[in-house]
């Protein structure tokens, strides 16, 4: 398994503001994945952070929206820019180490815009 | 294309009673199928996998999940429901090209009345 530690937990934005979400995981890991989950909805994914190279964006997310950073194989951050009430959602981090077929995920960043 | 349906927003049982929670799939070749458990303000956590092998397959807290081929189906269960089941349950999807990222259903609330 892995330990993912997320912060902040939570927080409340000024819209047109940016916030930058951290994830730390306790070893190092192949695969991160960014995911949202908006108010009562399922998770969707945003990007995979790929270790020395651009972020792969999914469909409708784009990097000047979302940027990512991994500069290592341990830790990714997430920027949510110019934010908008409709940016209020859950933001999770998630990892996948080689050799395990599950992923494994953060506890979380509860956003919301104001 | 991967895709995961949850037919049921919300799901009621009594304490002690049997649960079954649906997941139907669609995906491309053999599937990777997953459980995930969210309880309030926490991330999500892992019950159980199938891969492989054995259509039944048996996770943490006592649940288990039957893979069924023919119905393209992953329908989680539990022989005696708890109080402390109650919780956001999703099922989730991947195929077997090597990316770990996740498709996810709808999620499906869980309430065990006492």
């Known amino acids: 398994s892995a330990v993912i530690s997320q912060k902040p937990s939570r927080d409340i934005c000024q819209r047109g503001t940016s916030l930058t979400i951290q994830c730390q995981v306790d070893?190092?890991?192949?695969?991160m994945f960014w995911y949202r989950q908006q108010p009562g909805q399922s998770l969707t994914l945003i990007a995979t952070?790929?270790?020395?190279?651009?972020?792969?964006?999914e469909s409708g997310f784009v990097i000047d929206k979302f940027p990512i950073s991994r500069p290592n194989l341990t830790f990714s951050t997430l920027t949510v820019s110019n934010m908008s009430p409709e940016d209020s959602s859950i933001y999770l981090c998630?990892?996948?180490?080689?050799?395990?077929?599950?992923?494994?995920f953060g506890q979380g960043t509860r956003l919301t815009v104001v | 294309a991967q895709s995961v349906a949850q037919p049921e927003d919300q799901v009621n049982v009594a304490e002690g009673n049997p649960l079954t929670v649906k997941c139907t799939y669609s995906?491309?070749?053999?599937?990777?199928l997953f459980w995930y458990v969210q309880y309030p303000n926490r991330g999500l956590q892992f019950l159980l996998k199938?891969?492989?092998?054995?259509?039944l397959v048996k996770g943490s807290y006592g649940f288990e999940a039957e893979f069924n081929k023919s119905q393209t189906s992953f329908h989680l269960k539990k022989p005696s429901a708890l109080v402390s089941d109650s919780a956001l349950y999703f099922c989730?999807?991947?195929?077997?090209?090597?990316?770990?990222?996740?498709?996810f259903g709808t999620g499906t609330r869980l309430t065990v009345i006492p």
């Open positions: 070893s190092q890991v192949t695969m």
């Open positions: 998630s990892v996948g180490k080689g050799g395990s077929t599950e992923a494994f």
């Open positions: 199938y891969i492989t092998g054995d259509n």
């Open positions: 995906v491309s070749g053999n599937p990777y």
């Open positions: 952070a790929n270790q020395g190279s651009e972020a792969t964006y």
């Open positions: 989730a999807v991947r195929d077997q090209t090597g990316a770990n990222n996740l498709f």
